[in-house]
């Protein structure tokens, strides 16, 4: 058995640590502020009341976050549709693309809950725990801590350790786990899975086989589609930040505001789908592969899960007619006239929120249609193969 406390400095806090968090927490102010923000019918004491009655973790996403989740896709969406047919229990690790900093396992989570399953706990960057109360919360919410700007030796073992805790999860708690694809948003939805993360993810096997490895963790691909991406301006004035000075680097007030608006902002339509665990792709893979190619094949096979499990929105279509000069795929029409001229619209308006010294308009507008037609692109690809 594994002894969790070799984990504590990384792991989610423990139901009998959360009485001391939670007093920590209700102590902060601007934890306070973020609780009377969200909860302004709710007076402070009432807020602590019902905070301190949850037990556990997952009481505290139920009572305090679910409650908060439904109301943010009723105000700032079109509702919420999923497809988890192909999940049949607990024990999985959900790999998905990344659009938002916070909702994607967030509303991960509203799903599973809904199937009345385990929810999942999060990968999540120490590089966002900007205050001690964030860091605290999220731990609290069931995350655990990946740990970001260290030496090559220290990443190997954070690495090690990391991969360690998630096989212990998988394995022996018999819970859910979510991780990006890659390390970051991709800022123009070009979703691709990285070698390292699937590298980081077997290192801590049972098995010194690699597939052996991988099939202990119980991968599920997994597609998030947001119709509308709240970040999208900023996302694009990033591009052009990182184009025209050389040292660019977002700060922590950058990130704030991005989970921010990330949260509250318009999504229009989302939609979840899990894809089959890889479990018996993987048993089809010649055991004499290398390594290197091992780690590529199942990168592409988890990226052709989730691109071709998107839902593809009008405005995807759209975006890739107007950057592609195609009207049609395979003899159907992309977009009417008018989806193309209600995205237009749409464009315009995010264009004019943009705060960017010396805009170069031609190009921030060329990178607000690409994320949205990357999707479409690869959606497309993904159902010829």
């Known amino acids: 058995m594994t002894d969790i406390h070799e984990f504590d400095d990384i792991r989610p806090f423990l139901p009998e640590e959360l009485p001391a968090v939670y007093d920590r927490l209700l102590a902060d102010e601007r934890f306070q502020g973020v609780m009377q923000t969200i909860h302004p019918e709710m ?3 009432q807020m602590a009341a019902l905070i301190r009655s949850c037990a556990t973790n997952q009481e505290f996403q139920l009572r305090i976050i679910y409650p908060l989740l439904q109301s943010i896709l009723a105000k700032a969406s079109q509702g919420m549709t999923s497809d988890f047919t192909n999940i049949n229990g607990n ?27 385990d929810s999942v706990e999060i990968a999540i960057g120490d590089n966002l725990l900007v205050y001690p109360w964030i860091k605290d919360l999220v731990r609290v919410n ?14 190997l073992m954070a690495s090690a350790k990391m991969s360690r805790y998630m096989h212990y999860v998988i394995q022996e708690k018999q819970s859910n786990l979510w991780i990006a694809q890659r390390e970051g948003r991709a800022k123009d939805s070009n979703d691709l899975t990285q070698d390292s993360v699937l590298k980081m993810m077997a290192m801590g096997g049972k098995s010194r086989d690699v597939i052996e490895s991988l099939k202990e963790m119980n991968i599920v691909p997994l597609a998030i589609s947001y119709e509308f991406d709240p970040c999208d301006y900023l996302k694009a004035e990033e591009f052009q930040n990182k184009r025209d000075i050389a040292d660019f680097k977002k700060s922590q007030k950058d990130d704030l505001d991005n989970m921010k608006i990330g949260i509250f902002g318009y999504k229009g339509h989302v939609h979840y789908h899990a894809a089959p665990c890889i479990n018996q792709w993987l048993d089809t893979i010649d055991p004499e592969t290398p390594k290197t190619e091992i780690f590529r094949l199942v990168a592409e096979h988890i990226d052709h899960e989730i691109h071709s499990h998107y839902c593809i929105y009008p405005c995807n279509r759209a975006a890739m007619q107007l950057l592609d000069d195609a009207h049609t795929v395979d003899g159907q029409p992309l977009a009417t006239p008018e989806e193309v001229a209600q995205f237009e619209a749409y464009i315009q308006k995010k264009m004019q929120m943009m705060t960017i010294e010396h805009p170069d308009l031609e190009y921030l507008r060329e990178r607000m249609l690409t994320m949205y037609a990357n999707p479409a692109r690869n959606h497309m690809k993904a159902k010829k193969l």
Do not use: P, W
């Not at 998905?96 to 909702?103: G, Q």
């Not at 069931?142 to 990443?155: D, E, G």
């Open 142 to 155: 069931r995350s655990f801590i990946v740990q970001r700007a260290l030496t090559m030796r220290q990443m």
């Open 91 to 117: 024990g999985y690790t959900f790999v998905s693309n990344h659009r938002d900093i916070v909702l994607d396992s967030a509303l991960l989570d509203v799903n599973l809950f809904d199937a009345k399953l």
């Open 43 to 45: 007076q402070m004491e």
